[in-house]
């Protein structure tokens, strides 16, 4: 049913420890700080913030690569560390900014797609090849890629490869960390577009993440924007984007407009007292 709840965070804090070594010493970061969302069926929320937000612990907090020191997270209703990895595996899959890190370069992109129906023993090894020459054939990679390198690929097709693989077992629920980020501008909107078609072909719920306010503007129906830890504004898009509450948001949509990068804007990496004005400011969760 449309509207149900897939992905739900409760109240999760991540926390990266600190250490004291023999050269350097690094102070523990609250990398998420109380984050509490719903990513809804057929949603897509886009994640934004800087750099350094918190955006990337968060994903991996959802996929379950981290598990949070407190809060909770379901999916489709059931708790997390009630479920099997399988289960999950049927829930949720993603795709990062370096293709790289999904494809093994020494296996040929028809193995690494079809390898998630091997690890769950689905089928036998001619229809698992037969189904990942079908799963390229959606993501735009004719049959001749099933025998191809990753190192034979444009950062395009590579990322258009591990697309596939995150579809091959028909998730409910994609999360993509920064997806296009490491792609040329001429082919970010072109993988950007592919995914709201696979979205609407694959009735996927998605999280997409970013620092690019155009990017989420162009992908989301939903908006959280992330600073330090936190989501400090969290609103349908069209309404964030018309609208935008919190002086973060506003800034982050600022800095994208501006034609000179930092004209009358406050650089939060050096400017301390912006900083802790925003981190002091009331968030504006409206969902
Ligand atoms: P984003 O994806 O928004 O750039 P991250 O989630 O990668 O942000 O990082 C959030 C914060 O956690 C940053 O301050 C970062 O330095 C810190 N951090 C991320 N990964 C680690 C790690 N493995 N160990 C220690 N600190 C980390
Ligand atoms: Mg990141």
Same mark, same amino acid.
């Given at each position: 049913m449309s509207g149900d709840p897939v992905l739900e965070l409760r109240n999760v804090s991540y926390e990266f420890p600190g250490r004291r070594g023999l050269f350097a010493t690094r102070q523990s970061v609250r990398? #998420?700080?109380?984050v509490s969302l719903v990513v809804k069926k057929g949603d897509v929320l886009g994640l934004v913030g800087e750099s350094g937000s918190g955006k990337s612990t968060l994903a991996k907090i959802m996929l379950g690569l981290l598990k949070p020191d407190i809060g909770d997270v379901s999916l489709s209703g059931l708790r997390r560390g009630e479920m099997t990895r399988k289960q999950v595996s049927k829930q949720v899959s993603f795709i990062f900014q370096d293709p790289y890190s999904s494809l093994n370069?020494?296996?040929?992109v028809g193995y690494t797609v079809s390898y998630p129906l091997y690890l769950r023993g689905e089928g036998s090894s001619r229809e698992r090849k037969e189904r990942a020459r079908e799963i390229l054939e959606v993501v735009g990679?004719? $049959?001749?890629?099933?025998?191809?390198?990753?190192?034979?690929? $444009?950062g395009g097709q590579r990322q258009r490869a591990a697309i596939a693989r995150a579809l091959i077992s028909n998730p409910k629920l994609l999360i993509c960390d920064?997806?296009? $980020?490491?792609?040329d501008v001429s082919v970010q909107s072109q993988v950007l577009n592919l995914l709201l078609k696979l979205r609407e072909d694959f009735d996927l719920t998605m999280v997409i993440i970013s620092h690019n306010m155009s990017v989420i503007q162009h992908m989301s129906t939903n908006v959280a924007v992330m600073y330090l830890g936190k989501i400090v504004e969290l609103n349908l898009s069209e309404d964030l984007f018309a609208r935008p509450r919190h002086p973060y948001t506003q800034l982050l949509l600022k800095s994208t407009l $501006? #034609?000179?990068?930092?004209?009358?804007?406050?650089d939060l990496r050096t400017d301390t007292a912006a900083r802790e004005a925003m981190r002091e400011h009331p968030s504006y969760l409206c969902m």
């Open positions: 990398a #998420v700080d109380q370069p020494r296996h040929t990679l004719p $049959s001749r890629f099933l025998d191809a390198y990753p190192n034979q690929m $444009s920064e997806p296009t $980020s490491a792609l $501006s #034609v000179a990068p930092g004209a009358g804007i406050p």
